[in-house]
């Protein structure tokens, strides 16, 4: 049967069928006959409800790249020096992960970036990707015209090494967030995108399975599903088959050979494949030292070794071989291979390939539109950003046992407890220092049961946001109010139902007014508590980081709040202090609430109480003068400049990020 063009915009995953002849089953003696079946792809399967793209040619000269290294002293003076007659020039302090770079990578092309470790690979992987743009030199033309970041962003996706996703969403779950983030149709189109791309990389049975129990190689696929619904023409992927077996490695690079021939230009680094995978891949550009040592096809690699005196032995690998080459274990033959790449060895046979394509007519027509098709905007307005990511935060916390479940379970528990400890005090004259105990206590409380799991919230999730971002699914400001508004609702049940026990079984003045008080204050400490959670978790580099400094901020906090130091003994050098600690408002607050707004005098079981009457409680705490409309609006100022605060830090690890 005549082979039949595949349409450059038309999407398109070839699947392998094999088929048993013969319904009976065979006897056991025949299985000595089986042949291995051929590794090879068949006829594609067509989409009907992807997006139609163009398709884009890559394509980056004379690409350098240096980092910052040693202390900022060092980084002034510089040096030059020269490499096979090309002239470089860098400051000291200053290191070259990559040297003078030239390459095309076309659609329809899987490409293995390949390379001993530290070679530059996945630097290169990140440049060319847009993740990193600082200390980069030289140019990257999309489709012959200098690449336009946003707009590149938006028709490319990279799908990292390690596969960053939500784990408590189903697979259906996650694919359909994905299509409603990425795609403007109708729901009923969304579900029957969703379920053939399902089909085709072989998850449709595993739909209703959440991600945490997925294997590594149905991970790994579900990664590419989700970034396959808007149909990129340009995939990159950074080492897709570390950590899988052989079967699930065979799967992933077929993937990725059906959907470059589908019309996608599909770029990956790969760590050594097996010689079953190695003979997949339709081209190679080999790193050495952050230089090439080779760009063109695989089977022209064995004769351009050969040309050069290398000469790859009979049933070796000749993935292994070259890595062997690159690392020096045949002597030092990276100059001599530099050199060669330089001189346009690799030249003469990237043209001969490549000539073809460039005579399509279909292939000019598409790089003529590419301009015009894609916009900078997202798919979806910030609204259904907002919207689709509120629900799914919302979904994810309900599920969480951990930040929500425990979380119930230990306000209702301390709740009964402290109940216990402090049963009918709350009117009792004799006992003042221990009720002012139990309200400086429950504040306490509420702060580090709202601080302590926010501030693991960005550490946990950062992974999942820079991938989803940087793929332009969502804005930033769409994740950041749909990721701190989901968790509110539980922020504020949680106070709630903590002190109705408390207030009650400890026999606070038994009015509404005072009740409702005590509640806003507690669930607006909390809040604050919550902001600040938020900001140390996304200032924060690292978890570890995020667990120590969380509990430290917290000492000063409570050292200045009013309960341990009067703010008149407090020096005056350090009083400036007092007015940053929020605790000190809520406290304040409370105090207000409970001995304040002209309540009677308490019951004293004895002959004497020092403070029956309520306005000496407030004498001795120092607040007698305090109002409680200031408490609240300085807790509502705190919580506003610390969520903006979050906000910008975010903004700017992003930017950071390249």
């Not at 930033?476 to 408390?502: E, G, R």
């Not at 038994?510 to 005590?518: I, N």
């Not at 409370?590 to 029956?612: A, D, H, W």
Request: hydrophobic fraction near 40%; aromatic fraction near 10%.
């Amino acid at each position: 049967m005549a082979e039949r063009t595949l349409d450059q915009g038309s999407v398109s995953i070839p699947m392998e069928e094999t088929k048993l002849h013969g319904g009976a089953p065979q006897e056991a003696p025949l299985l000595t006959h089986l042949k291995k079946v051929e590794n090879h792809i068949t006829e594609a399967q067509r989409f009907s409800h992807l997006p139609r793209r163009s398709a884009v040619d890559l394509e980056f000269n004379e690409l350098s790249y240096t980092i910052r290294e040693g202390p900022w002293w060092r980084r002034r003076a510089q040096y030059n020096y020269n490499i096979n007659n090309y002239h470089f020039s860098c400051l000291l302090g200053y290191k070259a992960l990559l040297k003078c770079l030239s390459g095309r990578f076309n659609s329809r092309e899987l490409i293995g970036i390949m390379g001993p470790s530290g070679a530059g690979k996945s630097t290169l992987m990140n440049i060319l990707a847009g993740y990193r743009e600082t200390g980069m030199k030289g140019q990257i033309l999309v489709n012959g015209r200098p690449r336009d970041l946003r707009t590149f962003r938006k028709m490319s996706c990279y799908i990292m090494q390690d596969d960053m996703l939500l784990p408590h969403l189903t697979t259906r779950e996650a694919m359909m967030v994905s299509a409603h983030l990425k795609l403007s149709e109708s729901v009923q189109v969304k579900k029957e995108l969703v379920d053939e791309i399902l089909t085709a990389l072989g998850l449709l049975d595993c739909s209703q399975t959440r991600t945490n129990s997925l294997s590594g190689g149905q991970c790994k696929r579900l990664a590419i599903a989700l970034e396959l619904v808007n149909n990129p023409p340009v995939m990159f992927f950074d080492e897709p088959t570390s950590g899988l077996d052989s079967a699930s490695c065979f799967q992933v690079v077929s993937l990725m050979k059906s959907l470059a021939q589908g019309g996608r230009t599909i770029i990956c680094t790969i760590h050594q494949p097996s010689a079953k995978l190695f003979e997949m891949f339709d081209k190679l550009y080999i790193l050495s030292q952050g230089q090439c040592i080779y760009k063109g096809t695989v089977p022209y690699l064995i004769p351009y070794l050969k040309n050069l005196g290398l000469h790859c032995p009979t049933y070796h690998n000749p993935a292994d071989f070259i890595i062997e080459v690159a690392s020096g274990e045949y002597g030092d033959l990276n100059p001599v291979l530099f050199e060669a790449v330089q001189g346009g060895l690799c030249s003469e046979e990237g043209k001969k390939n490549s000539k073809d394509k460039s005579d399509s007519s279909c292939h000019s027509q598409c790089h003529s539109d590419t301009g015009t098709l894609e916009k900078h905007s997202f798919a979806t307005s910030t609204f259904t950003q907002f919207r689709i990511l509120f629900k799914r935060t919302f979904i994810t916390i309900c599920r969480d046992t951990v930040l929500t479940h425990l979380r119930v379970m230990s306000h209702l528990c301390i709740g009964v407890l402290i109940g216990l400890l402090y049963l009918k005090i709350g009117n009792d004259a004799s006992k003042v220092f221990n009720n002012t105990g139990f309200l400086f206590f429950s504040m306490l409380f509420l702060m580090f049961a709202a601080l302590m799991p926010t501030v693991l919230t960005f550490p946990l999730e950062m992974s999942v946001f820079v991938r989803e971002h940087l793929n332009y699914w969502y804005s930033l400001k769409a994740y950041y109010l749909a990721k701190t508004m989901a968790d509110v609702p539980f922020q504020v049940i949680c106070p709630i139902m903590y002190c109705s026990i408390v207030y009650w079984m400890t026999e606070q003045p038994p009015e509404v007014g005072r009740y409702l008080l005590f509640m806003a204050l507690s669930t607006s400490t909390a809040l604050v508590a919550q902001s600040l959670g938020l900001l140390i978790g996304a200032a924060s580099t690292s978890l570890q980081v995020a667990t120590f400094v969380g509990p430290v901020t917290a000492i000063p906090v409570l050292l200045f709040s009013g309960f341990f130091v009067n703010f008149d003994t407090i020096p005056k050098y350090l009083q400036w202090s007092s007015y940053v600690s929020y605790v000190r408002y809520g406290f304040e607050g409370v105090i207000l609430s409970i001995y304040g707004m002209n309540r009677t005098e308490l019951e004293c079981p004895g002959l004497v109480c020092k403070f029956q009457k309520p306005e000496e409680v407030l004498q001795l705490l120092d607040v007698e003068d305090a109002k409680l409309y200031v408490d609240f609006m300085v807790l509502g100022v705190f919580f506003l400049v610390l969520r903006l605060a979050t906000y910008l830090v975010l903004r700017y690890k992003v930017k950071s990020e390249r």
